[in-house]
């Protein structure tokens, strides 16, 4: 495990090598995560989605194979448990300033390498708080396509696309809104704010292309930065996708005027 730090307040632990079952989709995650004042914002192995991780990257399909978790959504057949799901499995780490850089395959069951990912982490000081920066790339293995999509693009309604950069937020009564929408669920706004009862505030940005937010605050609370929110995305060789998503967490309620002023 890696600990980060801002102002020498411990505010996020990063755990690398997860020992789950396959069905859970092993991946490295972020959690507890913490604001300045110490109350937790992230939440993991969920009691209603066990496969829910704190802070992590994760997709519900790459290339047929399910790296999120839990059921497979099947065209015309609904959540259906399948042998297909995969784990990312960490190859090395190494600090930097303010955090670590890392280097991932992600890996069917059987260990043949789907995706290679390179993945920085820091943690600094903010107004209002503290910033998280994850910046990620992933690239295929060999010369050949590698397709990542979502529930929604086999098929599933209610904008279901979720995938990608995904919190799980710990639980309470939430409020969500965008810097143009009070309804951001599927909007490519600049930034997404989450409110969760009145203890701590998140300020997600970082969308790119066609990325879009997927955002819950009923049942329980998470935001995605989507990568497939409803068409499938490609990823060609020698043209890695890249991201990089930042995250404002701040203790109490923070207004749209405060969020403008932080960012």
Not at 113 to 128: G, M
């Amino acid at each position: 495990m890696s600990t980060l730090r801002v102002d020498g307040k411990a505010v996020a632990t990063y755990v690398e090598s997860p020992s789950l079952d396959i069905r859970l989709a092993p991946r490295p995650y972020l959690h507890p995560v913490r604001t300045l004042d110490g109350v937790p914002v992230t939440d993991a192995l969920c009691y209603d989605h066990p496969w829910h991780m704190g802070a992590s990257v994760t997709m519900a399909d790459v290339d047929g194979r399910n790296f999120w978790g839990g059921r497979t959504y099947v065209r015309d057949r609904g959540y259906v448990w399948l042998d297909d799901h995969g784990r990312i499995v960490p190859v090395s780490l190494s600090p930097v300033p303010g955090g670590f850089t890392s280097s991932l395959h992600w890996c069917t069951a059987a260990g043949s390498v789907v995706l290679r990912e390179q993945r920085t982490v820091t943690a600094s000081a903010a107004r209002h708080g503290w910033r998280l920066s994850f910046a990620y790339e992933l690239c295929t293995p060999a010369e050949a396509v590698v397709t990542l999509g979502s529930p929604a693009t086999h098929g599933r309604p209610g904008q279901a696309g979720y995938g990608g950069f995904f919190w799980r937020a710990a639980p309470g009564p939430a409020v969500a809104f965008g810097a143009k929408s009070d309804d951001p669920h599927g909007t490519a706004d600049p930034w997404l704010a989450v409110t969760v009862a009145d203890r701590y505030t998140l300020v997600f940005e970082g969308l790119a292309d066609a990325d879009r937010w997927f955002v819950r605050t009923e049942e329980y609370v998470g935001v995605c930065a989507a990568l497939a929110f409803d068409e499938v995305l490609p990823i060609e060789p020698g043209r890695p996708l890249t991201r990089s998503i930042s995250v404002l967490v701040a203790d109490g309620v923070l207004t749209r005027g405060q969020i403008e002023e932080a960012l």
